[in-house]
């Protein structure tokens, strides 16, 4: 993961012919080497945590500068355009950043604005290929978890 973090891909949601840099995916391996780091620190494994903590600061920033779109202010699915995916509901539950983030928080209300059907959440207002596309149950309960987080009572 440490040599191909920055390789564009599918993510798991996506057709296997859009290989993009997905913030889902580069969000997933910020996860993996954070989560390696506490391990190992943890349980006193042998273990380059030096660079691991010097690849994950590289992800965290490029997270940070490339996937922030300040047109929506919101955090967007890849880094082309401005499209706005729910899957960036997990970024808070994988503790990337706070649930009172000012960003965080901005997202939020973008994702309420555009994707928000009463309390189900689509997944994206882009083009699928299959027709119209339903809410996304998981992306649902990411969004009350983030509420909750937030202690954002509605």
Known sequence: MCAH???EDETIWEFRTDHREYLYSRLMCWVALDR???LA???SFPAPI???HDIRDTIYRDIMDHF???APAAFVQHKEPD???ASCLIMPLMRILSPVDKRWVSTMRAIEKDLLDDSLVYRNRGPHGFGKEGTFCMCSFWYIDCLSRAR???
Request: hydrophobic fraction near 45%; avoid cysteine.
């Open 36 to 38: 390696a780091i506490r």
């Open 41 to 43: 620190w943890k349980r």
């Open 83 to 85: 499209q706005l995916d």
């Open 152 to 154: 954002d009572i509605r």
């Open 5 to 7: 973090w920055r390789e």
């Open 50 to 52: 030096a660079r691991w």
């Open 68 to 70: 922030w779109n300040p």
